[in-house]
């Protein structure tokens, strides 16, 4: 077993290190994000192995480090860092969504309109958008009521309303 840690640890830690940071930036960068998402999310998960593993072989040199100052500051560091992104999210209003792509901002308005406004919005008739989330399972209870509400109604997930939103417009 500790030859196969031995063996196998740092570079697999190298290798899904490469895997997410390649990943990371393009992500970032926005580089055909259709590619690298999954990869990113999954890879960074299984990343989690190897790095146990190599703290696991490599115990003795990392708790002489832990011990210096420096070691210290790098977590604290690290540790502001991340807050930076947490603390904006935990004030913003409940069910607030901040960044993302500009077409989840266009979904996520489109579903707090109503049948009658969506429908004015693409240019199609009301009754042709009710019938398509008729057929596709969903239940409306009043007129004005808005796309997000007739999911929650139907318990069903906005995204599968959005799709049969779709799918009444073609």
Known sequence: MKSLLNRYATPFITGLFLVSLISGL??????????????????????????????????????????????????????????????????????ARRGGPPQFAAAQLLLKGSVAEVAALVD???????????????????????????AQASGRDEAELLAALVSAAR
């Open 26 to 95: 393009a992500l970032f960068f926005h580089w055909n994000a259709g590619w690298f998402h999954g990869m990113h999310e999954w890879l960074s998960l299984v990343l989690i192995l190897p790095f146990v593993l190599h703290l696991w072989k490599n115990w003795r040199p990392m708790s002489s480090y832990m011990r210096k100052p420096a070691f210290a500051l790098a977590m604290g560091a690290s540790l502001v860092m991340a807050a930076a992104f947490v603390v904006p999210s935990l004030s913003a209003e409940p069910g």
């Open 124 to 150: 199609l008739p009301a009754d042709r958008i009710a019938d398509g989330l008729l057929q596709a399972g969903f239940t409306m209870d009043a007129e004005g009521e808005s796309l997000s509400a007739i």
